[in-house]
């Protein structure tokens, strides 16, 4: 049976942060952001959305009634979950209008568990040939004013459809993970932003790659030559630009490795302007390539590498489907040209305002008639989600 993605889509928020802003508030030479780490802009959330508002919103741009009577399985893949109890995905579901009799929770394990999310609707979906699962990823990644993850910060949400008759990509049987036990990244209950081991991280990341890729190979029986493109997580474009000199096969007649390294261009333009979205970032960088490559073609395999802090990574791969192209969206930059950029104290104000509750456990917001869904008040404790209606 063939299972694989049917739609995808994408949201993030309306504010967007230009890095030279970043750089010259920082005291930071520019070049450093641009070219060191490879980055544009970054994705600003305000306290009315979060990861329900931006899932509601990538899955809304993507689902017919008809998919919503026939999702009988929504997960949320978050390392910046709303709740300890309640899942998003219950928030989602109610929000999007679901059938009923469907099974809604959340997976964690750092930028990791989008790609456990798959797997496991992989498996639903072979015992339900009919069944359409929802997998959405979202995340805000914040880190402290000031630290050098700072730049690398961002807000969005990507929404996956998951079918037997998948009209995007086919999903093969091929994936090889590794876990090792690490502390490169991590954020305990009583703290807002992580903390970071950021060199150590970046080792651990690309070690990670090379050794799952070298089991991959080998427990497969493929090589670099056998694949259109590789897609990265990506915390920010240089570290995947590192990973794909890594497995870069230098063997490979010169016109491959220059179509291998054009894809990778084109899988990291909107990370370029969206920063770091934690478990999404490795789907935006595939619907960055998608909807962008040139040179892509049905059957045309295309890998996929997922790490998650901690650490878990996954390499596993897609066959492009026939007609893939009619699924994808074509004015995606203008959407993201068209955010509200912030002044520094802007930013500085709006992404790290937390809401104040009163004594009753109550806060009401403003000013989101822009967005699609927002968090529009908590009472006694209970967020009350809308859908804007505009
Ligand atoms: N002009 C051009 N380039 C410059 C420059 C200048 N003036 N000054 C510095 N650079 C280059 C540096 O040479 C370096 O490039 P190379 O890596 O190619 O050598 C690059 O800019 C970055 O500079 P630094 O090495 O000084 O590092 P930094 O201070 O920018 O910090 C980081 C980098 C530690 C990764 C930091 O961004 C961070 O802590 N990020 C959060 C953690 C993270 O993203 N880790 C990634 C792996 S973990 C993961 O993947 C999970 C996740 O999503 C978080």
Redesign the pocket.
């Known amino acids: 049976m063939t299972i694989g993605i049917d739609k995808i889509g994408f949201a993030t928020t309306n504010y967007v942060l230009k890095l030279e802003n970043l750089a010259a508030a920082r005291n ?2 520019p ?7 490879l980055l544009k802009e970054i994705s600003i959330a305000p306290v009315t959305e979060d990861i329900v508002t931006m899932g509601a919103s990538a899955a809304a741009s993507i689902l017919a009634e008809e998919d919503k009577q026939a999702i009988d399985m929504v997960i949320v893949a978050s390392e910046s979950g709303i709740d300890q109890s309640k899942a998003s995905a219950v928030f989602i579901h109610g929000l999007l209008g679901i059938q009923p009799f469907a099974r809604s929770f959340e997976m964690k394990e ?2 990791y568990s989008a790609t456990a999310a798959l797997d496991y609707a992989k498996l639903h979906v072979e015992k339900h040939p009919d069944s359409k699962v929802l997998v959405i990823a979202s995340d805000i ?1 914040k ?1 402290g004013i000031g ?3 700072e ?2 910060q961002g807000a969005g949400s990507i929404a996956m459809l998951i079918t037997s008759h998948p009209r995007i990509l086919a999903f093969n049987e091929d994936n090889v993970a590794q876990t090792r036990d690490i502390m ?2 991590w954020r305990p209950n009583y703290s807002t932003t ?1 903390f ?1 081991n ?2 150590y ?2 080792q ?2 690309l070690d990670s790659l090379k050794t799952t890729w070298a089991e991959y190979q080998k427990r497969n029986q493929v090589s670099l030559k056998d694949f259109a493109a590789v897609c990265f ?4 474009p ?2 995947a630009l ?1 990973g794909m000199r890594k497995i870069m096969d230098k063997t490979l007649p010169s016109e491959q490795q220059a179509q291998l390294q054009e894809n990778f261009e084109q899988s990291i333009l909107y990370s370029q302007k969206v920063g ?1 979205i ?1 478990t999404g ?1 490795l789907f935006l960088g595939l619907l960055s390539l998608l909807e962008n490559s040139t040179t892509l073609k049905a059957g045309d395999r295309i890998a996929l590498f997922s ?3 901690g ?1 878990v990574s996954e390499i596993f791969s897609g066959q492009l489907v026939a007609g893939f192209e009619q699924q994808l969206k074509a004015n995606r930059m203008e959407k993201l040209d068209s955010r509200t950029p912030l002044s520094i104290p802007d930013y500085e104000k709006v992404f790290f305002e937390e809401a104040e509750l009163d004594e009753n456990g109550s806060a009401s917001f403003t000013g989101y008639e822009n967005q699609d869904f927002a968090l529009a008040e908590i009472v006694e404790h209970q967020r009350t989600y809308i859908k804007v209606e505009k």
């Open positions: 930071i030479d070049e450093k952001l641009s070219k060191g780490l750092a930028c990644a880190y630290t050098p993850g730049p690398t490169d990244f992580p970071v950021g060199m991280s970046t651990q990341y997580h990506l915390p920010y240089k570290l590192k770091n934690y970032s790490y998650g802090s650490a």
